[in-house]
Nanobody, 120 residues
Framework: QVQLVESGGGFVQAGGSLRLSCAASGSIFAINAMGWYRQAPGKQRELVAV????????TYADSVKGRFTLSRDNAKNTVYLQMNSLKPEDTAIYYC?????????????WGQGTQVTVSS
């Protein structure tokens, strides 16, 4: 059993910054990918940033590239999303995600979501 616990969301003015954290607990034996998604009202969930196994550089959505940075601390089993120069259109519920691998099987785990609200 793997659990992902998110923190760091909140209210911020446009141009401000937030850092989201996602701490994983349980049997984390092999990671295919770790990343962040978000879902705004009336929109589908979209990929924000992801780091896949074997890659050293995360992939970002065009809308956040240059403003958001994904990082990780393997010792703490924690992934972060540093969000700078926030815009009102960044307002959404943010979900962390990990895909774990066991042999040929893949397992997806999601955090509970954390609200980010950016005011103009």
């Amino acid at each position: 059993q793997v659990q992902l616990v998110e923190s760091g969301g909140g209210f911020v003015q446009a141009g401000g910054s937030l850092r989201l954290s996602c701490a994983a607990s349980g049997s984390i034996f092999a990671i295919n990918a770790m990343g962040w998604y978000r879902q705004a009202p009336g929109k589908q969930r979209e990929l924000v940033a992801v780091l896949t196994h074997g890659n050293t550089t995360p992939t970002y959505a065009d809308s956040v590239k240059g403003r958001f940075t994904l990082s990780r601390d393997n010792a703490k089993n924690t992934v972060y999303l540093q969000m700078n120069s926030l815009k009102p259109e960044d307002t959404a519920i943010y979900y962390c995600h990990e895909q774990l691998k066991w042999g040929e099987d893949e397992y997806d785990y999601w955090g509970q979501g954390t609200q980010v609200t950016v005011s103009s």
